[in-house]
C-alpha cells in the first residue's frame, strides 16, 4: 500500500506560477512510476505529465508542454509538478499517483493523493 499526500496547490492569477508537491509512502519510491492528474466538475480525470523511475522518461498532456515541468526527488520519495504561464483553463484539482508500471491513462494507476485544487484567476 502507498499513501500519497499532494501540497501546494492554490489561488494565483494567470501567468503566474505554482509548486505542485507529493510525497509517497513506498518503501521503494524509485520503483513506482508518478504522475500528475487533475479534474474539473463534470468532466473525467485527465492525465497532465508523468514520470518514469528514474526520470529516464517523461511525458505530458500537450496542452501544457512547455509550461509545466514534473520533477522527482527519490532521496525525498517526493514528485513535483512545477507551474509556470498558468491559464484559467489550467483549474482544476490535481491528483498525485502512483503505479509500479510506466502509463498515462488513469487506469494504469492504483494509488492516488486525496486531490488539491488549484485555481487560476483571469
Known amino acids: 500500500q502507498v499513501h500519497v499526500v499532494e501540497s501546494g496547490g492554490g489561488l494565483v492569477q494567470a501567468g503566474g506560477s505554482l509548486k505542485l508537491s507529493c510525497v509517497a509512502s513506498?518503501?521503494?519510491?524509485?520503483?513506482?512510476?508518478m504522475s500528475w492528474f487533475r479534474q474539473t466538475p463534470g468532466r473525467d480525470r485527465e492525465f497532465v505529465a508523468a514520470?518514469?523511475?528514474?526520470?529516464?522518461?517523461?511525458d505530458y498532456k500537450s496542452s501544457v508542454k512547455g509550461r509545466f515541468t514534473i520533477s522527482r526527488d527519490n532521496a525525498k520519495n517526493t514528485v513535483y509538478l512545477q507551474m509556470n504561464s498558468l491559464k484559467p483553463e489550467d483549474s482544476a484539482v490535481y491528483y498525485c499517483?502512483?503505479?509500479?508500471?510506466?502509463?498515462?491513462?488513469?487506469?494504469?494507476?492504483?494509488?492516488w493523493g486525496q486531490g488539491i485544487q488549484v485555481t487560476v484567476s483571469s
Open positions: 499517483a502512483a503505479a509500479r508500471y510506466y502509463g498515462t491513462t488513469k487506469n494504469d494507476y492504483t494509488y
Open positions: 514520470i518514469g523511475w528514474s526520470a529516464g522518461r517523461i
Open positions: 513506498a518503501r521503494t519510491f524509485n520503483n513506482y512510476v
